[in-house]
């Protein structure tokens, strides 16, 4: 299970924080803001101790920026309720506008996809869990027509090997004006450039 900062490029869609399965390949978006990620540390970190808190942990949450006010409201929250989701996302930083991992039985406000949604101009393959077929022709041909959004969301599905990801991003990033990317562009050709596996 890895966690990670999930930004997409050339859209407008806010980046987010998510939590991915590589063996099943689940993606789901559990923090929206550094502060949310915080708290979902601290809940977790509490729910493993026996549910209280501890001074280590709330040094934790302090140094990453939550309140002593917002930790004290966690802590008698999980001592009642635990990690009831329904219960977390009333209190600040969840509230109100809570990941989409919390969301089950309150209305969500962003922007990442569901796992049932349909695949769409601004959804990855890989948010729906979805693998398409042909996508190395689908990139080349969204390269070539300049629409960089199409090639990157092509991109971001399982099945390339790092050679073929590292040459599309290259001519991902060759056109596009945003330093980021070419520097993510770069470090991740240089990384990956002797590896021979496949995502």
């Known amino acids: 299970m890895l966690c990670g900062y999930w930004r997409h490029w050339f859209c407008d869609r806010k980046p987010t924080f998510v939590r991915y399965d590589v063996e099943s390949g689940f993606i ?4 929206r803001t550094p502060a949310q990620l915080t708290a979902s540390i601290v809940v977790q970190c509490t729910i493993g ?9 709330r040094e934790f949450g302090i140094h990453f920026g939550l309140s002593s006010e917002q930790l004290d409201a966690l802590a008698r929250i999980i001592m009642k309720h635990g990690d009831n989701p329904e219960i977390l996302t009333k209190l600040s930083p969840f509230s109100p506008n809570a990941p989409r991992s919390m969301c089950e039985a309150s209305p969500y406000t962003g922007d990442f996809p ?8 601004d959804i ?5 869990g979805v693998e398409l077929e ?7 041909d969204a390269i070539e027509a300049g629409d960089l959004k199409a090639a990157w969301m092509l991109l971001n599905q399982r099945g390339w090997s790092p050679s073929e990801l590292s040459r599309h991003l290259d001519a991902l990033s060759s056109l596009s004006t945003d330093l980021p990317l070419k ?13 021979d596996w496949t995502i």
Not at 28 to 31: C, G, K, S, T, W
Not at 134 to 140: A, D, K, L, R
Not at 183 to 195: F, G, I, P
């Open 114 to 121: 569901a796992e049932d949604e349909q695949l769409g101009p």
């Open 28 to 31: 789901e978006e559990i923090a």
């Open 183 to 195: 520097q993510l562009t770069s470090e991740w050709t240089l990384e990956h450039r002797e590896v």
């Open 124 to 128: 990855a393959p890989i948010e729906v």
């Open 49 to 57: 101790v026996d549910q209280k808190m501890s001074h280590e942990i």
């Open 134 to 140: 042909n996508s190395e022709q689908g990139v080349i």
